[in-house]
T-cell receptor, first 112, second 117 residues
Framework: QKEVEQDPGPLSVPEGAIVSLNCTYS??????FMWYRQYSRKGPELLMY????GNKEDGRFTAQVDKSSKYISLFIRDSQPSDSATYLC????????????FGKGTSLLVTP | EADIYQTPRYLVIGTGKKITLECSQT?????MYWYQQDPGMELHLIHY???????EKGDLSSESTVSRIRTEHFPLTLESARPSHTSQYLC????????????????FGPGTRLTVL
C-alpha cells in the first residue's frame, strides 16, 4: 500500500465551480501537509502548508486536514481557467525527517 | 517566489554520453534535493544534501551521482546515459524551520526534461 493515495483524475469543471481535491495517507506519523500546484512543463510551486489537523484559508484556497481519518483536502472557490494544473499533495513527519511523500497529483481543467 | 534554477531545461542525448544537470539556488538554503518525475507517477527522491560536502541517496535507486561543493550548487551527473534514464528531473531546496515548522518546505526549480535515445 502506498503511503499517499491521490486520484489522478483528470477532473474537469466549469469556471466558477468549487473544486475539491483529496488525498488519503496511511502513515499516522505525518504531521505536515502541503499542496503544490504544477503547471505543464514547470516545477511544482508551494500553494498551501498546514500543520496537524484543522483548516487553513488563503484567498480562494482552503486546506483541510483530518488526522483521525488520515484525509486531507484542498478546496478552490470560484475556480478560474488559470487554476488548470496538476495539484500534488505532499506530507512529512517533521522533526528529523528529510523526505516529503508525494501523491501522484490530480490533473484539473477549468473550462471557460 | 523561490529562486532556484535548472539548466538545461530540455536535453536530448545519445546512449553512453556523460551528462551533468545543473541546479543552483540563491536563497542560501542548506538542504537541496533531486527528484525524478515520470508522467502520472509520484515524485521520487533520488538524492539529497544537508549542506556542503553532505550527500545521500534517496528512496529511489539511481545510477546518477551528485556533489555539493558550494551551498548554492547541487549538480547531478550521469556517467553513461541510457534510455531508462529518460525522465523529468526536479531540483528543490529548503531551509530548516521555514514556515514555522521543523519539516522543510521545499521549493522546486522548473525541471530538466531528459530524453536518452
Amino acid at each position: 500500500q502506498k503511503e499517499v493515495e491521490q486520484d489522478p483524475g483528470p477532473l474537469s469543471v466549469p469556471e466558477g465551480a468549487i473544486v475539491s481535491l483529496n488525498c488519503t495517507y496511511s502513515n499516522s506519523a505525518f504531521q505536515y501537509f502541503m499542496w503544490y500546484r504544477q503547471y505543464s512543463r514547470k516545477g511544482p510551486e508551494l500553494l498551501m502548508y498546514t500543520y496537524s489537523s484543522g483548516n487553513k484559508e488563503d484567498g480562494r484556497f482552503t486546506a483541510q486536514v483530518d488526522k483521525s481519518s488520515k484525509y486531507i483536502s484542498l478546496f478552490i472557490r470560484d475556480s478560474q481557467p488559470s487554476d488548470s494544473a496538476t495539484y500534488l499533495c505532499a506530507m512529512g513527519e517533521g522533526i528529523g525527517g528529510y523526505a516529503l511523500n508525494f501523491g501522484k497529483g490530480t490533473s484539473l481543467l477549468v473550462t471557460p | 517566489e523561490a529562486d532556484i534554477y535548472q539548466t538545461p531545461r530540455y536535453l536530448v542525448i545519445g546512449t553512453g554520453k556523460k551528462i551533468t544537470l545543473e541546479c543552483s539556488q540563491t536563497m542560501g538554503h542548506d538542504k537541496m534535493y533531486w527528484y525524478q518525475q515520470d508522467p502520472g507517477m509520484e515524485l521520487h527522491l533520488i538524492h539529497y544534501s544537508y549542506g556542503v560536502n553532505s550527500t545521500e541517496k534517496g528512496d529511489l535507486s539511481s545510477e546518477s551521482t551528485v556533489s555539493r561543493i558550494r551551498t548554492e550548487h547541487f549538480p547531478l551527473t550521469l556517467e553513461s546515459a541510457r534510455p531508462s534514464h529518460t525522465s523529468q528531473y526536479l531540483c528543490a531546496s529548503s531551509e530548516t524551520g521555514l514556515a514555522g515548522g521543523p519539516t522543510d518546505t521545499q521549493y522546486f526549480g522548473p525541471g530538466t526534461r531528459l530524453t536518452v535515445l
